[in-house]
């Protein structure tokens, strides 16, 4: 399409969205991919989440007398606002604020924090992360905070807010919270030591076993009573287990389960009641089996011997028992003694006991005076001054104050991308060599174009047949249909195109050129389909027409109307047979896969012969070339009004180059965008080099989108000459009506025309 400006125009803004609408998925990929890959590299690239949160406070002058009293006194020069506005972001209220939040700890001193480099780096950094402003000429200060976590910036505003008015009331009030920080500190002492006080009146009770001084003898005389019952008790014990540990141990030496429970006076532990319990079950157990078995028997000796398992843990158990009882004794027998000596120290005691309780008493009034006088600081430091309050708490916020602009980039993106797409384009449109427009063909190869054949997509395929009755949509039949349009949907554009090829051909022709070449630059720009569209147009229009295909390397026309291949052309080189006896009619076509109801669909077939390529030679131009090409043609052109011969594509094979200069002329079949202008400006110079006639271009495959001269070409297979729904139908009714008479025509032709053969051989024979 560079010979634009050469070829005597120029492109116009037309020609220009032509050109958009053809690259359009060059354009739309790269705006696409310009698009992704901003998004991409912003999201990639994106800095760190900062989010915001702030808070209000308000600073009052004081109103009490204490703070008229200063504020009538003293005089200064400085502005209070910006003076608050210093202090909010001053170093010793980050101290403060970083202690709360737990960035350092908080039992560390001034001197501390400034001595460590990582502390003093958290301290700064909650610095930078602060900023105040006064709203207005009021008297509300606003503390901004920013942080990387929505919930640290919320809580860093309300801390230093709350910080400030802390830091704000101590400064006013210093008097009245040191007395209170020296009596909280002096409670804490005093409050220790009657501790102490107290704990060593208890510890020097409980040692010397005293109560009240008052009543130390009688204690001691109860404690040494109860002690020698106790032990009157474990002896009386002592002895039952004993006499029941005698009689259990006689029972063991004799051997024999007597099949009785153990019993002792008093309770012995757990354990001696458990297996007490365990041998009255197997007690029961014996009972049970002795009715049906004998002492001898298998479960009663295993339950004889687990028995006698049983009573000697439980001699042990009650010699365990005496044992533990003598120890018990023992102790109390100590105890005892133990109790008669101290109730002889009792005074001495008693004396030591209250100068200890002399102490406590004084340690406990000191500090319910401390007690009282907190209290009064308390009720003082309710009458504080206090000029800071908090109007607005800090809230959370999840919205960004550095949001990515993604979306924006994008969209710059895709405008850039787009532009960069146009450009491309019109460079690849500056470096397309190939031709496409009707102007670009006619000059560069200076033939006129005597058709075009717009493209048909699948689905409009499927669209267009879909309303024809008797046709199927789909596999072979679907490809036939494409092929033989202007058969199988007269009404629509596309078969239109075709009678406007005709047309073309038959002015141009002047009633000269009848055998027409039908050929390709390359192969599958759709010279095939071409000869047989024309063929049926022209054969539709009444003229008897002769569909010879020529191309014996890859041959469609048998294919396209349902025929056998052999015999045929081929078969009529090698002088097999006449061209005659090779020429297919429409009693062939009919006996073939088309069946009747799609021949007779639109009238036509009847006068359009067809001579199949035959089988396939290993060399097709030595038989081309032969006399039996030409005689062919030669007699052909006398008998039918229209030769058309289908040949290989010109760039691929010799064999069109070698027939071209045998017919009145070479239809040139090129697809849109198929070869570069060099190559096919090199067919029409090979065609004309063997005394070969050009007489014109058909383009094929045209889409609206490559060119203005196809722009306004749509397919629509309701285009027909007949108005309304019941015309069309009428017309369709005549059709066939119209078909069925020339089919009965043709066959009374045939069989007169055989008839006269036979007795033309019987003659000569």
Known sequence: MTQAATSGYELNLEEYWQIILRRRWVILFCAFSLCAFSWLFTWMNQPPPLYASSASVKITQSTDMTGLLLQNLTFSSVDDMSTQLSLVKSYALMERVAKRLGLIPKNLTSADIRSSSS?????????????????????????????????????????????????????????????KRFIQQQIVVVGDRLKKAEETVRDYRQKNSLSIAGQGSEVMAKVVADLEQEYRHQSEHLNDLRFALLQLRQRVQRGRWDYEAVTVSGKVSQYFDGLNKRLVEM?????????????????????????????????????????????????????????ERKYQGVPEQALELRRMERAVTTNEDLYNLLEKKYQEVLIKEAEKVEEVSLIRPAFISHIRVNPIRTRQTAIAGFILGLVLGLIISLVLEAMDTSVGTIEEVESFLEVPVVGFVPHLAHDEAVELFSGTEGLATSGSELERQIRLVTHFAPPSTIAESYRSMRT??????????????VTSATIKEGKSTVSANLAIVVAQQ???????????????????????????????????????????????????????????????????????????????????????????????????????????????????????????????????????????????????????????????????????????????RYYAYAYGEHAEEHGHWLDRMNAHVHLVFHKCYKYTLDWIRGRGHKGRS
Not at 315 to 324: H, I, K, R, T, Y
């Open 504 to 517: 073309n051909l038959l002015f141009s022709q002047s009633g000269e050129n009848r055998v027409i070449l």
């Open 283 to 339: 007690a029961l157990k014996h009972t049970e089996l002795s009715t049906n078995f004998t002492d001898e028997h298998p479960q009663i000796r295993e339950l004889r011997s687990q028995a006698n398992d049983i009573l000697s843990s439980m001699v042990d158990e009650l010699a365990n028992q005496v044992s533990l009882t003598q120890q018990r004794m023992t102790e109390l027998q100590k105890s005892i003694e133990a109790a």
């Open 119 to 179: 502390y003093m780096g958290e301290v700064l950094d909650l610095k930078d992360d602060v900023d105040a402003e006064q709203q207005g000429t009021s008297s509300i200060i606003t503390i901004r905070t920013s942080s990387s976590s929505a919930e640290f910036a919320r809580d860093l505003a309300q801390t230093v807010a709350e910080e400030f008015r802390t830091f704000n009331i101590e400064e006013k009030n210093k008097r009245v919270f040191e007395a």
């Open 542 to 716: 009444g003229a008897r027409v002769l569909l010879i295909d020529a191309d014996m390397r890859k041959p469609l026309q048998h294919k396209t109307f349902g025929l056998q291949r052999e015999p045929g052309l081929s078969e009529y080189l090698l002088g097999q047979l006449s061209w005659q006896d090779a020429v297919r009619r429409i009693s062939d076509v009919l006996l073939g896969d088309f069946g009747v109801d799609q021949v007779l669909m639109t009238p036509g077939l009847d006068q359009l012969d067809i001579i199949t390529c035959g089988r396939k030679t290993a060399n097709p131009p030595d038989l081309l070339v032969a006399p039996a090409m030409g005689q062919l043609l030669e007699q052909a052109r006398l008998e039918y009004d229209m030769v058309i011969v289908d040949m290989p594509p010109l760039l691929h094979t010799t064999d069109a180059t070698i027939v071209a200069g045998k017919v009145d002329g070479v239809l040139l079949v090129y697809h849109i965008g198929a070869v570069v202008r060099g190559a096919l400006k090199r067919v029409k110079t090979g065609v004309e080099s063997v005394g070969g006639k050009v007489l014109g271009v058909v383009l094929n495959g045209v889409r609206g989108e490559l060119s203005s001269d196809y722009a306004n070409y749509k397919m629509d």
